[in-house]
């Protein structure tokens, strides 16, 4: 912006002060609200970090958010493995391929997690004796492979269509330019191709992982002591409503950092469209 | 097989109508969310459109927290936290009583508030696809800021904001779910009732997930239809 005008040398008068708009009164109100209620719950929790509660259950909530990681982990990766075969099955030109690709998609992606994880942990006691003659019935008589199993095939629906959709993205002709540029397969593949696609998939995939994190508190519903499962434990224990408190600032401290990181990896990915 | 249609009729010896009343109040909770949880998306989207940065600031911390926690925290936060609320508030009038809050009432709440932070962000893109010239020319024609809004934005607003609305639906339906867990007895909860007694499990939390997807299946019939009204008028020209 000029600061003065060059032919006369007349300087730019300073902007008027903003007005007290009726908005811009009610947006401080509500954010001296949000401000209030913040020092307040930091005054909580600052109140109760020497309390026999945090001092009774704050590594079981360590244990807690551990269990998580491993519970998200597992199934993020086992869903991502199982999700590239269900992906080229969907868009594949065969129908026997891309129909059965397209039906599990469609259940997984249309029930609710919590149906899914029950179908499979309760449901798997109709076929004991047949889990049984094939010695599977150890893996589904446990809560905790069970949780695996179902978040996985949850997961894998859902990065099939994000894989799909970013395979779809990248068009044909980046692999044809590349090929009469003599550039080999893999070098096209890792270096052409998959940043685009991961540029297209990268948003959906932390949504993804954010999704997870959120919906692996279901486990705790079937006696997995994960945060939210230790957290429901500590509360049943003490009825001391800041067992829930405390969890809540934890899960936000974790998909925040995620959030943040997250968009620091889209932003380093997309740093040649950025003017 | 014919076993299952029995657990299944309706009557004395099936399970059919315990079934039915689990989707009606899961169907039930998720129409009754709807509303609020539109209205109040609208508005954080007004929010967060506005000019005022202490506005925008504002709604962006509610939308923070409500997207962030996991959706069964945000249930047990208002169904106990609004509980142990009334109840410190009666004590210190005086009142020492045990108050249960409603878990119909204790969903609804906890739906809307995580259904309204998604929303405002459908509403957000769908308001920056609107031109600032249909505000200007709202303004030429002498319209009020009240009359531009409902005759000429909101109208625009639907269309745009529609398919990421319709999403929202389908997975605010697939949320009701988690209500069984507080005691209200919705579909997932009766199943699990029916699949306890029975003692087919796989049977009864199947014909859930069917359900479920019947009503997916049927909600985005409608919703395909709600879309193709809206773009009536784009079809004339």
């Given at each position: 912006m000029?600061?003065?005008?060059?032919?006369?040398?007349q300087?730019?008068?300073?902007?008027?002060?903003?007005?007290?708009?009726?908005?811009?009164?009610?947006?401080?109100?509500?954010?001296?609200?949000?401000?209030?209620?913040?020092?307040?719950?930091?005054?909580?929790?600052?109140?109760?970090?020497?309390?026999?509660f945090?001092?009774?259950?704050?590594?079981?909530?360590?244990?807690?958010?551990?269990?998580?990681?491993?519970?998200?982990?597992?199934?993020?990766?086992?869903?991502?493995?199982?999700?590239?075969?269900?992906?080229?099955?969907?868009?594949?030109?065969?129908?026997?391929?891309?129909?059965?690709?397209?039906?599990?998609?469609?259940?997984?992606?249309?029930?609710?997690?919590?149906?899914?994880?029950?179908?499979?942990?309760?449901g798997?006691?109709?076929?004991?004796?047949?889990?049984?003659?094939?010695?599977?019935?150890?893996?589904?008589?446990?809560?905790?492979?069970?949780v695996?199993?179902?978040?996985?095939?949850?997961?894998?629906?859902?990065?099939?269509?994000?894989?799909?959709?970013?395979?779809?993205?990248?068009?044909?002709?980046?692999?044809?330019?590349a090929?009469?540029?003599?550039?080999?397969?893999?070098?096209t593949?890792f270096?052409?191709?998959?940043?685009?696609a991961?540029?297209?998939a990268?948003?959906?995939?932390?949504?993804?992982?954010?999704?997870?994190?959120?919906g692996?508190?279901?486990?705790?519903?079937?006696?997995?002591?994960?945060?939210?499962?230790?957290?429901?434990?500590?509360?049943?224990?003490?009825?001391?409503?800041?067992?829930?408190?405390?969890?809540?600032?934890?899960y936000?401290?974790?998909?925040?950092?995620l959030?943040?990181?997250?968009?620091?990896?889209?932003?380093?990915?997309?740093?040649?469209?950025?003017? | 097989?014919?076993?299952a249609?029995?657990?299944?009729?309706?009557g004395?010896?099936?399970?059919?109508?315990?079934?039915?009343?689990?989707?009606?109040?899961?169907?039930?909770?998720a129409?009754?969310?709807?509303?609020?949880?539109?209205?109040?998306?609208?508005?954080?989207?007004?929010?967060?459109?506005?000019?005022?940065?202490?506005?925008?600031?504002?709604?962006?911390?509610y939308?923070?927290?409500?997207?962030?926690?996991?959706?069964?925290?945000?249930?047990?936060?208002?169904?106990?936290?609004?509980?142990?609320?009334?109840?410190?508030?009666?004590?210190?009038?005086?009142?020492?009583?045990?108050?249960?809050?409603?878990?119909?009432?204790a969903?609804?709440?906890?739906?809307?508030?995580?259904?309204?932070?998604?929303?405002?962000?459908?509403?957000?893109?769908?308001?920056?696809?609107?031109?600032?010239?249909?505000?200007?020319?709202?303004?030429?024609?002498?319209?009020?800021?009240?009359?531009?809004?409902?005759?000429?934005?909101?109208?625009?607003?639907?269309?745009?904001?529609?398919?990421?609305?319709?999403?929202l639906?389908?997975?605010?339906?697939?949320?009701?779910?988690?209500?069984?867990v507080?005691?209200?007895?919705?579909?997932?909860?009766?199943?699990?009732?029916?699949?306890?007694v029975?003692?087919?499990p796989?049977?009864?939390?199947?014909i859930?997930?069917?359900?479920?997807?019947?009503?997916?299946?049927?909600?985005?019939?409608?919703?395909?239809?709600?879309?193709?009204?809206t773009k009536?008028?784009?079809?004339?020209?």
């Amino acid at each position: 912006m000029i600061a003065a005008n060059p032919e006369t040398g007349q300087i730019r008068p300073p902007a008027p002060p903003r007005a007290w708009t009726n908005i811009r009164i009610f947006g401080h109100v509500l954010m001296a609200l949000w401000v209030i209620s913040g020092a307040s719950l930091l005054y909580f929790l600052g109140s109760n970090i020497a309390s026999t509660f945090v001092e009774k259950y704050w590594l079981k909530y360590v244990d807690g958010f551990l269990v998580t990681l491993q519970i998200v982990g597992l199934s993020l990766l086992v869903g991502a493995l199982l999700s590239i075969p269900v992906a080229l099955a969907r868009n594949s030109t065969w129908k026997i391929f891309s129909w059965p690709a397209y039906g599990y998609v469609y259940f997984f992606r249309g029930t609710p997690l919590l149906a899914q994880t029950f179908l499979i942990y309760y449901g798997a006691g109709t076929f004991r004796s047949e889990l049984e003659a094939v010695g599977l019935w150890g893996f589904f008589r446990e809560a905790w492979y069970c949780v695996i199993f179902a978040f996985s095939l949850n997961t894998a629906a859902y990065q099939a269509e994000i894989l799909r959709g970013a395979i779809l993205n990248v068009p044909k002709g980046q692999w044809e330019g590349a090929e009469a540029l003599g550039i080999s397969t893999p070098v096209t593949f890792f270096k052409i191709i998959l940043p685009q696609a991961l540029m297209v998939a990268l948003r959906p995939y932390g949504n993804e992982i954010i999704l997870m994190i959120k919906g692996s508190a279901i486990a705790s519903i079937i006696t997995i002591y994960d945060l939210m499962g230790e957290t429901r434990r500590a509360y049943s224990r003490s009825y001391d409503f800041q067992a829930y408190i405390w969890a809540a600032v934890a899960y936000l401290l974790i998909v925040e950092t995620l959030r943040r990181i997250w968009d620091k990896i889209e932003a380093r990915l997309t740093r040649h469209l950025k003017r | 097989m014919e076993e299952a249609l029995t657990l299944l009729s309706f009557g004395e010896n099936g399970w059919g109508d315990t079934i039915a009343a689990g989707v009606m109040v899961t169907v039930f909770l998720a129409i009754a969310t709807l509303p609020f949880g539109l209205i109040l998306g609208f508005l954080i989207a007004l929010a967060k459109n506005s000019s005022e940065p202490s506005l925008k600031l504002a709604a962006n911390i509610y939308t923070t927290i409500f997207r962030g926690l996991p959706e069964l925290l945000t249930l047990f936060l208002v169904y106990f936290g609004v509980q142990i609320g009334i109840q410190q508030g009666l004590k210190l009038m005086g009142f020492d009583a045990f108050i249960e809050v409603n878990s119909f009432v204790a969903g609804m709440v906890a739906l809307s508030l995580v259904f309204s932070s998604y929303a405002s962000e459908a509403f957000l893109s769908a308001f920056r696809g609107i031109p600032q010239g249909q505000f200007e020319g709202g303004n030429a024609l002498g319209l009020s800021r009240y009359q531009t809004m409902t005759l000429v934005i909101l109208p625009q607003l639907i269309r745009l904001a529609l398919p990421a609305l319709g999403n929202l639906w389908l997975i605010l339906l697939k949320e009701t779910s988690l209500v069984s867990v507080i005691g209200l007895p919705d579909l997932v909860r009766e199943a699990g009732i029916a699949a306890r007694v029975t003692k087919e499990p796989f049977l009864f939390f199947g014909i859930a997930c069917l359900v479920y997807l019947l009503l997916a299946m049927i909600s985005s019939t409608g919703l395909s239809r709600i879309e193709r009204w809206t773009k009536k008028g784009e079809v004339a020209r």
